[in-house]
């Protein structure tokens, strides 16, 4: 039912937005050309108008994907939903109606910030689309984040009054094998591409050197594109993206060339519809019957790439060690209900793979499982809102031999507490990218992250300055 109320809403906001772009348009031109005049390239008024097209029809496009997504969801048996769980997303589906008709709202909380998104040709990122993985696998909060300030409040159509310029570039899309691993060998080209692109038909990039531009990079190494990490360190991060703001899941305290850039680290994808479905057969307050958990790769004999082992040999170790042992349920092999065992585990293991971070940190935190970080030096993602040091553990890769001693250390004496923290529905829903902003998400947190840089908005500096 919630649902329903939900996806109503969705479907009336194209209308609204196309409405309003209308609008603005028409009084614009009508006010003598405002915005018109002050542009030097031609065929920006032209691009204008085939934004709003454009808009209405990716929107349409969104909006008839949530619907089917819905209906799906509706087949399933939802007897099982516990109280806490309705009772969070009818607060959510309140919280969005009052977000919808109240477009101050949160423009109040994050300073007034506005965003621009670039209508790019559909080469640099729709087109991408027609492989159905590309908005649901691990690196998706690139399409995740793009369609969300499409619908968002910070959203504007005036580039004039933007703090901020998206630029929509797709790089993880292009799957070389059903594994999911990634060809991002074509990412730094496509970025060029796009800016290249961007400064011939808007005139923002050059005054600020692209310091004012927000990116995605949501793979392994983030904009050093590749998944080893020495060939990631040596390429760097390309230089005309060196300026600008990126968003990455990569992350880790200590120096490292592949953030040398202003960065926010965001969490990897992972469906929300998917988590609730889930949650829906396994509440979080269920009966959590396997101690630990983890399922993913773990070679026995890991190869040796030029010097490097998969993990550190982090997972080598833990198969060696605790394959066998009752307590720990270790799987190998790729099972699509994953999930569920998830939410029936008390401790998720959340290993390095190549890079440290991993979709399991998302999952663990949504369904209720402490997460177990074995990963050093790792920078978690939202570390200033989320708070990581009460709703998990941390693991020296070191320690891993010694993982059965400090989990059932944890379970002897903070267990409860932990968990009871991971159930507050604020932590779990605060790495979920929902398909609308909701307060707290993923999203959210984002638009809060580019709040507190808006000193480098030219806009905001110009106005001071003046
Ligand atoms: C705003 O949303 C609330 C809750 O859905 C509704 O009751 C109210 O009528 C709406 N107000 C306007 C002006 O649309
Ligand atoms: C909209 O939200 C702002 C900020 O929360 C509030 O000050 C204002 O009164 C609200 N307006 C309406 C019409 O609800
Ligand atoms: C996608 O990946 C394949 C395999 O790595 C590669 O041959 C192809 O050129 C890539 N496509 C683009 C547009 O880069
Ligand atoms: C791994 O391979 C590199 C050469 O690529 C070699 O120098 C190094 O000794 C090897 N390490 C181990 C532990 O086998
Ligand atoms: C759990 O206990 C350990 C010490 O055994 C402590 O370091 C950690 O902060 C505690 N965590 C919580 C959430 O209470």
Same mark, same amino acid.
């Given at each position: ?378 920078? #978690?993602? $939202?570390? =200033?809102? /989320? ?6 553990? +941390? %693991? ?5 031999? &010694? *993982? ?26 605060? #790495?979920? $990218?929902? =398909?609308? /902003? ?6 959210? +947190? %984002? ?5 507190? &840089? *808006? ?12």
């Amino acid at each position: 039912m919630v649902e329903h109320q939900q996806q109503q809403q969705i479907k009336r906001v194209p209308r609204a937005r196309g409405f309003y772009v209308r609008m603005k348009l028409l009084s614009t031109t009508k006010n003598g050309g405002r915005l018109v005049p002050q542009l030097e390239k031609k065929g920006f008024f032209y691009r204008y108008c085939k934004w709003v097209l454009w808009l209405s029809l990716s929107l349409y496009f969104f909006s008839s994907f949530l619907i089917s997504n819905h209906n799906e969801q509706q087949n399933k048996p939802t007897t099982s939903l516990s109280t806490t769980h309705f009772s969070t997303f009818a607060s959510r589906a309140l919280f969005e109606s009052a977000a919808i008709n109240n477009t101050t709202q949160q423009g109040a909380l994050f300073d007034g910030l506005k965003i621009y998104v670039y209508d790019l040709p559909p080469k640099y990122n729709t087109d991408w689309l027609k492989n159905e993985r590309c908005s649901t696998h691990l690196f998706a909060s690139e399409v995740a984040i793009h369609r969300t300030l499409l619908t968002s409040d910070a959203l504007t159509v005036d580039p004039y009054e933007a703090d901020f310029f998206f630029v929509p570039v797709y790089v993880s899309c292009n799957f070389s094998t059903i594994n999911g691993f990634p060809a991002i060998g074509h990412a730094r080209s496509l970025i060029a591409s796009a800016i290249d692109y961007v400064r011939v038909e808007y005139p923002f990039w050059d005054r600020s050197h692209g310091a004012d531009h927000v990116f995605v990079a949501a793979h392994d190494f983030a904009s050093c594109f590749h998944t080893m990490e020495d060939v990631a360190i040596s390429d760097g991060i390309p230089g005309f993206l060196k300026n600008s703001i990126v968003l990455q899941t990569f992350g880790v305290k200590h120096h490292h060339p592949c953030q040398e850039v202003e960065n926010v680290v965001i969490p990897p994808y992972v469906s929300p519809g998917k988590v609730r479905a889930t949650l829906e057969k396994s509440p979080i307050t269920g009966r959590r019957d396997i101690f630990a958990f983890f399922r993913g790769k773990m070679e026995v004999h890991p190869k040796n790439i030029s010097g490097r082992f998969y993990s550190k040999r982090v997972r080598t170790e833990l198969w060696r060690k605790y394959n066998g042992d009752r307590r720990f349920y270790l799987q190998r092999h790729r099972f699509a209900g994953y999930q569920s065992e998830i939410a029936r585990s008390k401790f998720c293991l959340c290993p390095l793979g190549w890079a440290p971070w991993s979709p399991r940190l998302v999952e663990s935190v949504a369904l209720g499982c402490v997460p177990v970080i074995i990963a050093d030096g790792i920078r #978690l993602p $939202f570390d =200033d809102v /989320v708070p990581w040091a009460e709703i998990s553990v +941390n %693991v020296a890769e070191k320690d891993v031999g &010694k *993982l059965a001693e400090i989990l059932e250390h944890v379970a002897a004496t903070n267990l409860t507490s932990i968990q009871k923290n991971l159930r507050d529905p604020r932590v779990r829903g605060a #790495l979920l $990218f929902s =398909d609308r /902003v909701q307060e707290g998400d993923a999203t959210w +947190n %984002v638009l809060s992250a580019l709040t507190a &840089k *808006l000193a480098r908005s030219h806009r905001r500096s110009r106005v001071s300055s003046q």
